[in-house]
């Protein structure tokens, strides 16, 4: 049986990040991130390996001093179901709280996951406007979204 590691990524970590959320950006689950938009922020980042293999990833995106979002969240489809994601959501959780974060935002279509780890619906009119201007105008189901809101106060 394997052993999942956690860890911060390098800049050397960006091509295995893209191969693996490829399929859910094609999708239109997940939200293209360029190369320098990934190196940008590289620090948000929290890492899922299985021996040397990137088995997932999720970004702590800051908005606020008081306000994050949980996003860019991929697990490769083999690996889950093997609480992987709750893991990496923890991770980026306790950073909020290491950081003096109040919330931390998430949207998602995999609400029954997000409530599982103390997230609670809210409605999408409550997201901060520079979110909706800045991320999802970039996405190919704008404006008509299936998306859940939800956040989790820390």
């Known amino acids: 049986m394997s052993t999942i590691t956690y860890k911060k990524p390098t800049l050397l970590d960006i091509p295995a990040m893209q191969e693996l959320v490829a399929p859910e950006i094609e999708s239109g689950v997940i939200l293209p991130r360029s190369n320098d938009e990934i190196a940008t922020n590289i620090r948000s980042y929290f890492l899922a390996l299985d021996g040397e293999a990137l088995v997932g990833f999720v970004a702590l995106h800051i908005h606020s001093p008081l306000l994050a979002e949980v996003r860019s969240m991929i697990i490769a489809t083999e690996y889950r179901g093997k609480n992987i994601g709750t893991t990496l959501v923890e991770n980026a959780c306790e950073e909020g ?12 279509y995999q ?7 103390g997230f609670i619906e809210i409605p999408k009119e409550t997201i901060p406007e520079h979110k909706i201007w800045a991320d999802c105008i970039k996405c190919k189901h704008f404006p008509v979204c299936n998306e859940v809101s939800l ?3 820390l």
Do not use: D
Not at 97 to 108: F, N, Q
């Open 97 to 108: 709280r290491r950081l003096g974060l109040k919330e931390v935002l998430a949207l998602t």
């Open 111 to 117: 609400q029954h996951f997000f409530e599982r780890l």
């Open 151 to 153: 956040i989790k106060t």
